[in-house]
């Protein structure tokens, strides 16, 4: 893929993740892609991906917009900036308004998205919605613990 054909299929992409339309952003990726989401976990497949977007992000929030910067690709792998907005409708959260800005890691087969992964400080998010500090904690206790445990950290940590 070159870079030109890798914004627009981040400008599908941010779209339909915008509009919540979980058909045309599970397009953007393969049949067997994984999404890797830091909330919501791994979701395999399209239609998994496609339910994610439409029944997790756009359930737990409204004034959903989502939007990939400063795009990059080498081929089989691209990188983007991207930045979200949306107000929670979490019924503890109702109403807070919460801005996130993450990298964004995409692998890249047959002109889709094959594997999705990203880096986001969730703890910015959850300090806007306005959870509790105990909370708070604990989530990124088990983020860090999380991260320590996957495959590529713990080769990089033994090296």
């Keep these: 893929m070159n870079q030109d054909e890798f914004a627009a299929l981040l400008a599908r992409f941010s779209a339909a993740a915008t509009a919540g339309d979980g058909k045309a952003f599970a397009e953007c990726f393969?049949?067997?892609?994984?999404?890797h989401d830091y909330i919501y976990g791994d979701?395999?497949?399209r239609a998994?991906?496609?339910?994610?977007l439409t029944e997790l992000f756009h359930r737990d929030a409204r004034d959903y917009d989502w939007r990939m910067i400063d795009p990059v690709c080498n081929g089989d792998l691209g990188y983007a900036w991207s930045l979200?907005?949306?107000?929670?409708?979490l019924p503890a959260y109702e109403g807070n308004e919460i801005v996130i800005d993450g990298m964004?890691?995409?692998?890249?087969?047959?002109g889709l998205i094959s594997d999705y992964?990203?880096?986001v400080n969730g703890g910015v998010a959850m300090a806007q919605l306005g959870v509790e500090e105990p909370r708070l904690v604990g989530v990124l206790r088990k983020w860090a613990r999380q991260l320590r445990a996957r495959p590529e950290v713990q080769a990089y940590l033994k090296s």
């Design 117 to 119: 992964r990203e880096s």
């Design 48 to 52: 998994e991906i496609a339910h994610m």
């Design 43 to 45: 979701h395999k497949g």
């Design 104 to 110: 964004s890691r995409f692998e890249l087969r047959d």
């Design 84 to 89: 979200s907005k949306f107000t929670s409708t």
């Design 30 to 35: 393969t049949q067997d892609a994984v999404y």
